[in-house]
């Protein structure tokens, strides 16, 4: 198993400034990603961290608005830029031990822009 | 893209009757994992299914995976307060990427 510290746990920020979350695995980890949720909503795949390379993006999500890292196997940082208002969300961290095992979670970030 | 299409949204229950959630994909799955999201928490892994036909219990719940390896079900037997939350399933896809349902979310009648 896998323990996800994540932080910060909530934040409030400005528009058109930028937020970075920060995640970390307890253990090395193969997989780790970055989601978005929406309240009420399922998660929305942002990108994949790729250790020592860029992440994989999904359809929708930019490296610019979310520029992603990975320096070594257990700890990630998501950052949200340019926050808007529609940037307001739940950010989780999360981690696989391999290809088909389970997915263990951060506590989330919730995230209002104002 | 591939989706796994997840039913229903809500379900309303009396503390005590049954509970069932559905997912059923486009494509053929590499396994599927069932979790629970407690409101304001986390997704928490519940279980996974690998084999064809496969059926699995934890206590009063028990999950099943088609035999095309497409479906899915969650069924909850004489539900509590502590069931409360939302079910997802995820799909491991080919590319061994997980693919979410939209969740079920379990309410308690008062």
């Known amino acids: 198993s896998a323990v996800i510290s994540q932080k910060p746990s909530r934040d409030i920020c400005q528009r058109g400034t930028s937020l970075t979350i920060q995640c970390q695995v307890d253990?090395?980890?193969?997989?780790m990603f970055w989601y978005r949720q929406q309240p009420g909503q399922s998660l929305t795949l942002i990108a994949t961290?790729?250790?020592?390379?860029?992440?994989?993006?999904e359809s929708g999500f930019v490296i610019d608005k979310f520029p992603i890292s990975r320096p070594n196997l257990t700890f990630s940082t998501l950052t949200v830029s340019n926050m808007s208002p529609e940037d307001s969300s739940i950010y989780l961290c999360?981690?696989?031990?391999?290809?088909?095992?389970?997915?263990?979670f951060g506590q989330g970030t919730r995230l209002t822009v104002v | 893209g591939q989706q796994v299409m997840q039913i229903p949204q809500y379900q309303h229950v009396q503390e005590g009757e049954d509970f069932t959630t559905y997912c059923n994909s486009s494509?053929?799955?590499?396994?599927i994992q069932w979790y629970k999201q407690r409101p304001g928490g986390h997704p928490v892994f519940l279980i996974q299914l690998v084999k064809s036909g496969e059926v699995k219990k934890q206590k009063r719940l028990t999950f099943q995976f088609g035999e095309a390896k497409k479906n899915s079900s969650l069924h909850i037997t004489a539900t509590q307060t502590t069931d409360v939350g939302t079910y997802f399933c995820a799909g491991l896809d080919s590319n061994y990427q997980l693919i979410w349902g939209a969740g079920t979310k379990l309410i308690i009648k008062p």
């Open positions: 494509t053929t799955l590499s396994n």
């Open positions: 253990s090395q980890v193969t997989m």
């Open positions: 999360s981690a696989r031990t391999g290809v088909g095992t389970e997915a263990f």
């Open positions: 961290a790729n250790q020592g390379s860029e992440a994989t993006y």
